[in-house]
């Protein structure tokens, strides 16, 4: 198993690099988000996976743990390939993928290719567990009517420079607190408190 290269980038693309190792060069497909954080390095020590098909062996390539342990997640379920789990780390933060399926936010994948509805669903159905047990947050149900006014002020304290993830979890702790009569304003002002 390669578990990472560390050497000289000799080629980069948002989807590839090319990573020289003692004068050997691998092909490491990357998501958007690793080609953000090693495009302007010149050597590199990147994580890697190695998927092994009938007809392939294909090197992926991570910035960090955090999304290796994501991109893992997404390929153990049914009708998530590598490609497709590389696409959807091309398309949101690490972060954004964890609060979507814990906040079980279906909509928030309609924005990648690839993934309809009943993909999204079994995304949640799959992950959530797993990743409510990695991040420690209690699992919670958001009420329908809560939705819109959490979404505001989710994008709001995001804005703001705030961690989706923490937001996530204050916004969860706030609404399970009083899960009625609570507006955007109000909500945004109490997460506030909690975050600061």
Same mark, same amino acid.
């Given at each position: ?75 153990? #379920?049914? =009708? !998530? $390939? *590598?490609? %497709? @789990? ?10 954004? +993928? ?13 924005? #990648?290719? =690839? !993934? $309809? *509805?009943? %993909? @999204? ?10 990743? +409510? ?33 923490? +937001? ?29």
């Amino acid at each position: 198993m390669i578990t990472y290269l560390k050497g000289i980038i000799t080629h980069k693309t948002p989807t590839f690099i090319v990573v020289e190792v003692n004068g050997v060069g691998y092909h490491v497909h990357i998501s958007l988000n690793t080609y953000i954080k090693v495009e302007k390095l010149e050597s590199v020590k990147i994580l890697t996976q190695l998927i092994i098909r009938e007809d392939s062996h294909t090197l992926y390539g991570f910035a960090d743990e955090a999304e290796r342990t994501l991109f893992l997640h997404l390929i153990s #379920v049914s =009708g !998530i $390939g *590598p490609s %497709t @789990a590389q696409l959807l780390l091309s398309s949101m933060q690490p972060d954004e +993928v964890r609060a979507a399926v814990i906040g079980e936010n279906d909509a928030a994948f309609g924005k #990648v290719k =690839g !993934i $309809g *509805p009943k %993909t @999204a669903k079994r995304i949640i159905l799959d992950l959530k567990d797993k990743l +409510v047990k990695e991040s420690g947050e209690a699992p919670l149900t958001i009420l329908p009517q809560d939705n819109t006014i959490r979404e505001e002020a989710l994008s709001a304290l995001v804005a703001l420079g705030f961690s989706r993830i923490e +937001v996530q979890k204050t916004l969860n702790k706030i609404l399970k607190e009083q899960p009625a009569g609570t507006n955007v304003e109000t909500l945004i002002k109490l997460a506030l408190k909690h975050l600061s």
